[in-house]
């Protein structure tokens, strides 16, 4: 079946520093997305990217697709504590049903 | 923005009895909504997709008859976990596409946290 997985798993950063996550599946995507959780929370919709070697960017956040529609990196820049959080990309499969699948998922860490 | 109503927000049970979790899109319609469990520090494993008027769709190693789904309406669905144990602990969150965008991007529930005892 499909698998999506990112790395790191755990990514500890100092404040003001720079983060990335990155994002890998099994098969091409038809599009993919990006949640944030927080702590006790559930998963928050960030951004959706279509295109192959699509690019979107949210302030500090930067989102890539990769030109093979397998991966995907989400970058931020100049972290701040409300960074906190995991961060998982979902992908729906090219040509697949409707449901999506859910990446491993970055847990990252700032420190103040 | 579209919002999807999850309840309860936590329960505990015992051992042996069912818990029923509702999941409602309250201000669209979702022919189709999503089962995830997620365990502590995990990533959200799809259980089920359920279909409005018709059967859910289990994926693999997923009890159909221990996790009953039931989708009557375009704006509810029910997850009921059949004979809890305490393995069945775990946060469960349901999440619901609109029905009119289909390729647009989940919508979740505040998600359920389930302790068995």
């Known amino acids: 079946g499909q698998q999506v997985m990112q790395i790191p798993q755990y990514q500890h950063v100092q404040e003001g520093e720079d983060f990335t996550t990155y994002c890998n599946s099994s098969?091409?995507?038809?599009?993919i997305q990006w949640y944030k959780q927080r702590p006790g929370g559930h998963p928050v919709f960030l951004i959706q990217?279509?295109?192959?070697?699509e690019v979107k960017k949210q302030k500090r956040l930067t989102f890539q697709f990769g030109e093979a529609k397998k991966n995907s990196s989400l970058h931020i820049t100049a972290t701040q504590t409300t960074d906190v959080g995991t961060y998982f990309c979902?992908?729906?499969?090219?040509?697949?049903?409707?449901?999506?699948?859910f990446g491993t998922g970055t847990k990252l860490q700032v420190i103040p | 923005g579209a919002v999807v109503s999850q309840h309860p927000s936590r329960v505990i049970c015992k051992s042996g009895t069912s818990v029923k979790i509702e999941c409602r899109s309250l201000?669209?319609?979702?022919?189709?909504m999503f089962w995830y469990r997620q365990f502590p520090k995990k990533s959200l494993m799809l259980m089920a997709t359920?279909?409005?008027?018709?059967?859910?769709?289990?994926e693999q190693g997923v009890e159909k008859d221990k996790f009953l789904i039931n989708h009557a309406s375009l704006t509810l669905s029910t997850l009921t976990v059949t004979s809890a144990h305490p393995e069945d602990s775990s946060f469960y969150i349901c999440?619901?596409?609109?029905?009119?965008?289909?390729?647009?991007?989940?919508?979740f529930g505040n998600g359920t946290r389930l302790t068995v005892t």
């Open positions: 999440s619901a596409r609109d029905r009119m965008a289909p390729y647009s991007p989940l919508h």
């Open positions: 098969t091409t995507l038809s599009n």
């Open positions: 990217l279509v295109k192959s070697g």
């Open positions: 979902a992908g729906r499969i090219l040509r697949g049903y409707q449901k999506v699948t």
């Open positions: 201000d669209f319609q979702a022919t189709t």
């Open positions: 359920s279909n409005e008027g018709s059967k859910a769709t289990y």
